[in-house]
């Protein structure tokens, strides 16, 4: 997956927590964001990569999105490896 898809994964994923007054409550306590800021930082790969990590650290939340969007289960981790910061690491 390329930088440029993971981040229209990402920002998919922003605007579906944008959409849910729920999720985007939980998600602004999480990252300390006030809502104006949110639109500031979308172009950022590396809060994309946050927006990515909320979704995927919560099973319920992950499969809900998957389905609104109409994606895999499995591509917005795909999409959080190819941003900054969602490199695998193999300490063996």
Do not use: K
Request: proline residues 7%; hydrophobic residues 50%.
């Amino acid at each position: 997956m390329t930088g440029d898809e993971a981040e229209f994964v990402a920002i998919h994923a922003l605007g579906h927590i944008a959409g849910d007054e729920d999720l985007l409550g939980d998600f602004l306590d999480r990252s300390g964001l006030a809502p104006d800021e949110l639109r500031a930082r979308a172009a950022d790969p590396v809060f994309l990569g946050f927006v990515l990590e909320y979704l995927l650290n919560d099973e319920p939340r992950l499969l809900a999105f998957c389905e609104a969007a109409g994606l895999a289960p499995e591509l917005p981790a795909a999409a959080r490896r190819a941003l900054p910061g969602g490199e695998e690491h193999h300490w063996a």
